[in-house]
């Protein structure tokens, strides 16, 4: 069975563009989490999301949104990107999003700002 | 502000000696530890999760979780040079969040 999906695998923008990052979770979990990951910190929460509503959301601005569609795939968007937005940015996937469940990962997209 | 803490290392080892990785998190509410190893490169890869108090074994693996300190750590037995890695320690608060600390890395030595 495929594992978390994510794409695209590395990217590269300008400070001020905006990016959409995508995600799939593994085949019957219907809770998505995404994280971001400086160089050399351990993964920041982001957004979880559950049958397409938000549960939780990090310390983010505004600029950082997502969704989640009826095939319970995501969305991460960032508007008005800066050089701090350079990252590895995680989708992890869980069964149902409740405490106990582990959260598996998928490889990042590797964002670079210029 | 919920915090987790782990040594950043690095962990120096001999081949086949124990491991020990410690962790420290603030949450008293805290139901729920992972631990997960990241390679150079590469996405943090799930390894053990324990929710009660005591020792979980998993094949080299053991986590011991001590709530009432607040502390859980991974002990990694026969430690092999594949074992080198950073290992980072997750906190799950009751929705399903995780925090997690910097990571320990750990160098296994031939």
């Known amino acids: 069975d495929a594992g978390v999906t994510q794409s695209p695998t590395h990217l590269i923008k300008t400070r001020g563009q905006q990016v959409t990052l995508r995600c799939s979770p593994i085949?019957?979990?219907?809770?998505v989490s995404w994280y971001q990951q400086v160089l050399g910190q351990g993964p920041q929460f982001i957004f979880q999301?559950?049958?397409?509503?938000?549960?939780g959301r990090g310390n983010f601005p505004d600029r950082f949104s997502a969704r989640q569609f009826p095939n319970y795939s995501s969305e991460l968007n960032v508007n008005a990107l800066l050089l701090g937005d350079s990252a590895l940015y995680l989708c992890?996937?869980?069964?149902?999003?409740?405490?106990?469940?582990?959260?598996?990962f998928g490889d990042g997209t590797r964002l670079s700002i210029l | 502000q919920k915090e987790v803490e782990q040594n950043s290392g690095p962990l120096s080892v001999p081949e086949g000696a124990i491991a020990s990785l410690n962790c420290t998190y603030s949450?008293?509410?805290?139901?729920?530890f992972f631990w997960y190893r990241q390679y150079s490169g590469k996405s943090p890869e799930l390894i053990m999760f324990?929710?009660?108090?005591g020792d979980k074994e998993d094949g080299r693996f053991t986590a011991q979780l001590n709530k009432a300190s607040q502390y859980v750590s991974l002990l990694i037995r026969d430690s092999q040079p594949s074992d080198s890695a950073t290992y980072l320690c997750?906190?799950?608060?009751?929705?399903?969040?995780?925090?997690f600390g910097g990571g320990t890395r750990l160098m296994v030595k031939p």
């Open positions: 992890a996937s869980s069964l149902e999003g409740t405490s106990n469940q582990p959260q598996h």
């Open positions: 085949s019957g979990h219907k809770s």
């Open positions: 999301y559950y049958e397409k509503e938000e549960r």
């Open positions: 949450d008293r509410g805290s139901q729920s």
């Open positions: 324990i929710y009660s108090n």
């Open positions: 997750a906190v799950e608060d009751a929705g399903n969040m995780l925090t």
